[in-house]
T-cell receptor, first 113, second 117 residues
C-alpha cells in the first residue's frame, strides 16, 4: 500500500534562501510523482510531474528529483520569495495505478521579507 | 492548457439538506474524474473515482449512499452530499486527466468549501 511522507511539516525562512523539501514513498513501483502547490483555501496547482523514467524536472526556480530505488523525491526552490509562501504537496499514484493519487501531508512554507 | 472547473467555490447549508458540487473539464473529455476531501490542516484523501457511463468506485470507508456521484457526460461529474451533517464540513476537490495525454499531470479544480450548520 502506497504511503507518502513529507518532511519538514513546516518551514519559515527569510527571503532569498535556497530550500529543500523532502518526500518519501513506500511503493517504489510508481509511474510518476507529482508536486503541487496549495494556497490557503484554494485548490491545487501542479508544479512538476516526474515520470518514472526521469530523474528530475525543472521549471524556473523549481527543480524536483526522483530516486525510485530509495523511494524519495526532493523539491528544490532556489532564491525563495515571499510569493512562494504556500503548502507544497507531494503525491504518488496508488500501488499499481497511475492517476489515483496518494498525498503527503504537505510542507507549509513561509518566506518572509 | 487543460482546465478543470468546480462549482460552487463555497456553500453553507443546514444540517439534513443535500448539496451538489459540479466538476467540469473545460477543454478535454474526461472519462474518469476523482473526488478528494480535505479536512482543515490535513492532506487530501481520495474519496471516489467517477466513471463516465458506469458506477463510481468508492474508497474504503466512504459511504456511497451519502456521497452520490454522477458522471453525466464526458465533461461533467457531480458529487452530491446527501443529508449533510456538520462532520461533512470539509474542502472537496475534483481532478481529471486529459486521456489523450497520459503523461500529463492531473488537473485539479479550485475546490468547494462546504460548511454544514
Amino acid at each position: 500500500k502506497q504511503e507518502v511522507t513529507q518532511i519538514p511539516a513546516a518551514l519559515s525562512v527569510p527571503e532569498g534562501e535556497n530550500l529543500v523539501l523532502n518526500c518519501s514513498f513506500t511503493d517504489s513501483a510508481i509511474y510518476n510523482l507529482q508536486w503541487f502547490r496549495q494556497d490557503p483555501g484554494k485548490g491545487l496547482t501542479s508544479l512538476l510531474l516526474i515520470q518514472s523514467s526521469q530523474r528530475e524536472q525543472t521549471s524556473g526556480r523549481l527543480n524536483a528529483s526522483l530516486d525510485k530505488s530509495s523511494g524519495r523525491s526532493t523539491l528544490y526552490i532556489a532564491a525563495s520569495q515571499p510569493g512562494d509562501s504556500a503548502t507544497y504537496l507531494c503525491a504518488a499514484p496508488i500501488s499499481g495505478g497511475y492517476n489515483k493519487l496518494i498525498f503527503g501531508a504537505g510542507t507549509r512554507l513561509a518566506v518572509h521579507p | 492548457g487543460a482546465v478543470v472547473s468546480q462549482h460552487p467555490s463555497w456553500v453553507i447549508c443546514k444540517s439534513g439538506t443535500s448539496v451538489k458540487i459540479e466538476c467540469r473539464s473545460l477543454d478535454f473529455q474526461a472519462t474518469t474524474m476523482f473526488w478528494y476531501r480535505q479536512f482543515p490542516k490535513q492532506s487530501l484523501m481520495l474519496m471516489a473515482t467517477s466513471n463516465e457511463g458506469s458506477k463510481a468506485t468508492y474508497e474504503q470507508g466512504v459511504e456511497k449512499d451519502k456521497f452520490l456521484i454522477n458522471h453525466a457526460s464526458l465533461t461533467l461529474s457531480t458529487l452530491t452530499v446527501t443529508s449533510a451533517h456538520p462532520e461533512d464540513s470539509s474542502f472537496y476537490i475534483c481532478s481529471a486527466q486529459d486521456p489523450g495525454t497520459l503523461s500529463s499531470p492531473l488537473h485539479f479544480g479550485n475546490g468547494t468549501r462546504l460548511t454544514v450548520t
